[in-house]
């Protein structure tokens, strides 16, 4: 069966700021290469048909993937500057829920490109055991199966940056993002806030990933340190 990806590109990655201002944050360079290209070719290595980047800030720097790489679109989320990423899903909801499917971050490195080339036969969120306290996003499990998504916690998976999904199961995440839009405020709401509502419909359990194999740089700091 083929698979697909979308790459979520659209912020604007105000907390790495300067480098920022005038650059995408996906590709700023980590070790001479844009973090989204690490991602791009890490799931080339794993032979996904189709991936969508859904560009917002600058998108006009991400034009050039679509010569570099074949089977590479670009979708706009022009809501990205007044919403959360919830936006970056609704803007992709016409391509989700034919194919399994692959959802990043576009803002990670992936330091060991084998990270996706792992059998996956459920929903899954690709996640970090941390000791100890993690105000981060973490995942409560019951025998492996997620059954609750939140900020902070102990002795826990972290949450980071990447998820697979069959297509039934993200269907129904689809459903009911948009089902969320109806809602007020729901410009704040993160799209991992709406999996948490539907975790009783769908079954998404931790692919344990090693510490180094996907790095989240949220910092200009956090470049330098790795660099």
Known sequence: MSEIAIIMAAGMGTRMLPLTKTTAKPLIPVHGVPMIETIINALKKRNVSKIYIVAGYKKE??????????????????????????????????????????????????????????????????????????????????????????????????MCGISYWLKDDIVEVVSAISAAYREPNHENLFWDEVVNRVLDKINVVVHPVKPGQIVELDTEDDIKKLT
Request: charged share 30%.
């Open 61 to 158: 720097q991400f034009e050039y993937l679509k010569l570099k790489y074949e089977n590479i679109e670009l979708l706009e989320n022009k809501e990205y500057s007044e919403k959360n990423n919830i936006s970056s899903l609704k803007a992709a909801e016409d391509v989700l829920g034919n194919e399994n499917c692959f959802i990043c971050e576009g803002d990670l490195y992936i330091e060991d490109s084998n990270v996706f080339l792992h059998e996956l036969k459920q929903s899954c969120y690709f996640g970090k055991f941390i000791e100890g306290y993690s105000d981060d996003w973490i995942f409560e499990t019951d025998e492996n199966k997620i059954v609750n998504i939140k900020k902070g916690g102990t002795n826990l998976f972290n």
